[in-house]
Every structure is written in C-alpha cells, then in structure tokens.
C-alpha cells in the first residue's frame, strides 16, 4: 500500500512538472530592469511612443495601476510607462522594439522593469536594504513603498511569476549616478547579480548583465565621471557588459536623459543583447 501510494505521488509530481515544462513558452523571452531614475524614466513620453506597440512586446506590472487599468504580476502589451503608474519613457521601452525588430516572429518579449529615482545600489541589496532607506528622504521612501518596502524583493517575486511563462535571457541596469565615485560600486552590483541569478536558479554564463553609462560627459553629464568605475564592471562579473550613452542626448539638468536619449540608449542595449544572442542589429 505504501508502494503504490509512493508510485502514485511519483507520477503526479511527473505530470506537474511537464505541464509546467509545456506552459512555459521557450519563445518567450524576459528580461529583468532595474536602477534609479534613467531606469525609471524620468522624461516625459511622446505621442510616437504609445502608437503601433507590438503586442508580441509584453511588460508585467510589478505595481497596481488602476490608473493604467493594470494589476500587479500581469502581462501588459508594453505601452509606456513600463515602470510604475506615472513614470516616464525609459530604455527599456525601444530595448524591446529593437529587439522584436531583429529576432524571428515566433519571439516575444518580456519586460519586468523595478526602479526607484534617487536610489543607490544598496536599495537592491537584499540582506542590507532595509538600513539603507532609514537614511534616505521621504519621497523616495514612498516610492519604495510603492514595492511593498522591498524591491528587489518584487523583482524576484514578479520574475518567479515570469518563469512559469517563459524564459530570463538577461538582466538590464541603470544605476549610479547616486553612487558616484563610490569605488565599491562594482563590488555591490556584483552582490546584487549574484543574489538574482542564485535566487531564481539561473546560469551566470547564459544569462548576461548589460549596464548603461551614465549621461555622458560629451552632453555635459553631472555624473560622467561615474561612466569610469561603470567601466570597469566586466573585471567584476564576467557576462557583464557595459552600454555607451556617448552622444544620447540629455535633458537640462544634465543627470537624465531626454526622450530621444532614452531610445537612442535602448536600441544600444538591444544591440548588445542581440549580438550576445548571435543575432545581426538592424534600424528598423
């Protein structure tokens, strides 16, 4: 009786496990977002950025918009804002589009995108976050809220969702502008990487980092000088890469980006990735 109960048990877990195999859609690749502000998107977007979305380009909430008629842990057809209810255009709205522009038809794409403007790296360190939002200002405080006090918590939980429907094929970052000069930097978007790729069980080798510099100095960036430490992340993680802003346009306050910038920005991550993926880059 023990036996057939034990053989009973086998062969449900079996049959969990390959319907869980067959519902994730291998054409279906995702990608984790995440920073402050530039990730956020901090300009405002333009009536060329909601038009002809592709429905094959997805984004899942990872906050409740009534607003956007958006639930948190759903899939969206990615019109901006692709952050939270009243962000910006960010790099990951034309990543995507240059994406789906150069794979095959039978890809979709899939964006998870958690940022909080002003942030420092230390908000996505899981085991030490909570010490660093006692020190920041309340507005920023509110928009941690917004991820229930914990965002790189949500990452994870929205990317766990995520996986039940398709594949994480890389990590995206914009950050640093608020650890500027902060010689550690590196060191802490290691910890950060690593707590992704161990906490949602993936490959380091297959599943690449891609970080953008800051504006650049050539636009008179504040924080151009942090472009030098972003520089050297590859000596840090291996499958890092770092994305050029050198002639992206910016906005006047010289820390973010204007909406040309920020497409200009993501069609270059897209081309990263795509090259990493063994995939031509093509404007389309």
């Not at 890809?107 to 360190?125: H, P, Q, S, Y």
């Not at 509110?142 to 939980?157: A, T």
């Not at 504040?222 to 840090?236: G, Q, R, V």
């Amino acid at each position: 009786m023990v036996k057939k109960r034990l053989y009973f048990l086998l062969v449900i877990s079996l049959l969990v496990t390959s319907f869980k195999a067959l519902s994730q859609d291998k054409n279906f690749y995702i990608f984790l977002s995440f920073g402050q502000s530039n990730m956020e998107g901090n300009a405002k977007f333009e009536p060329q950025d909601t038009v002809n979305v592709d429905s094959r380009f997805q984004v899942m909430e990872a906050v409740d918009c009534p607003n956007l008629g958006r639930s948190k842990g759903n899939w969206y057809t990615a019109v901006p804002p692709l952050c939270r209810c009243y962000t910006g255009i960010t790099p990951v709205d034309y990543f995507g589009r240059a994406m789906l522009a150069n794979l095959p038809e039978k890809v979709r794409i899939g964006i998870i995108n958690v940022a909080v403007g002003g942030c420092k790296i230390e908000l996505f360190d899981k085991n030490n976050y909570e010490s660093y939002v006692t020190t920041t200002p309340n507005w920023l405080r509110n928009m941690v809220k917004e991820y229930d006090g914990n965002p790189y918590g949500r990452l994870v939980e929205m990317a766990k969702l995520a996986q039940k429907d398709g594949v994480i094929k890389g990590i995206l970052l914009h950050q640093g502008e608020s650890n500027t000069n902060d010689s550690l930097w590196t060191k802490k978007v290691k910890g950060v990487y690593d707590n992704l790729i161990g906490d949602l069980h993936l490959k380091a080798k297959k599943v690449p980092l891609l970080a953008g510099e800051t504006v650049n100095a050539d636009q008179g960036g504040i924080c151009a000088s942090m472009n030098k430490i972003i520089a050297t992340l590859p000596e840090t993680i291996k499958n890092a890469h770092v994305i050029s802003s050198s002639g992206c346009t910016d906005a006047a306050d010289n820390l973010h980006f204007n909406a040309a910038g920020y497409r200009e920005l993501g069609k270059r991550y897209a081309e990263k990735m795509l090259s990493l993926m063994g995939y031509s880059f093509h404007q389309k």
